[in-house]
Nanobody, 120 residues
Framework: QVQLAESGGGLVQPGGSLRLSCAAS????????VGWYRQAPGKERELVAR???????NYPDSVKGRFTISRDNAKNAVYLQMNTLKPEDTAIYYC??????????????WGQGTQVTVSS
C-alpha cells in the first residue's frame, strides 16, 4: 500500500505564491505517474499538473505558466509551485500517484487533500 500526505496549503492573497508538497510512503517500487488535481465547491475534480513517463509535464491552460510541478524520486516526493495565484485557484488540492509494483501491476493513489484559498 501507498499513502500520500499533502502539505503546504493555506490562505494567500491574489498574486501570491504557495508551494505544495506531497510525500509518498509505503510499498513503492516504481512511480509511473505523479500529479496534482483540484476540486472547487460544486465543480468536478480537474487536473492541475502531471508528470508522465519520460518526465514530461502537462498543464491545463488555466494554470500554464503559473504552476510548476516537480518531483524528487529519491524522497518519493512531488511538489507544486503555484505563482500568481488567482481567486479561481481556490480549491482542495489532491496529490495523485500511480505506482507500478514489482510484478508490473499499476495502482492509483490519492492524498487526503489540502485546502488552498486565494482571497483578499
Amino acid at each position: 500500500q501507498v499513502q500520500l500526505a499533502e502539505s503546504g496549503g493555506g490562505l494567500v492573497q491574489p498574486g501570491g505564491s504557495l508551494r505544495l508538497s506531497c510525500a509518498a510512503s509505503g510499498s513503492i517500487f516504481s512511480i509511473a505517474v505523479v500529479g496534482w488535481y483540484r476540486q472547487a465547491p460544486g465543480k468536478e475534480r480537474e487536473l492541475v499538473a502531471r508528470i508522465i513517463s519520460g518526465g514530461k509535464a502537462n498543464y491545463p491552460d488555466s494554470v500554464k505558466g503559473r504552476f510548476t510541478i516537480s518531483r524528487d524520486n529519491a524522497k518519493n516526493a512531488v511538489y507544486l509551485q503555484m505563482n500568481t495565484l488567482k481567486p479561481e485557484d481556490t480549491a482542495i488540492y489532491y496529490c495523485y500517484l500511480e505506482n507500478t509494483d514489482v510484478l508490473g501491476y499499476r495502482y492509483a493513489y490519492w492524498g487526503q487533500g489540502t485546502q488552498v484559498t486565494v482571497s483578499s
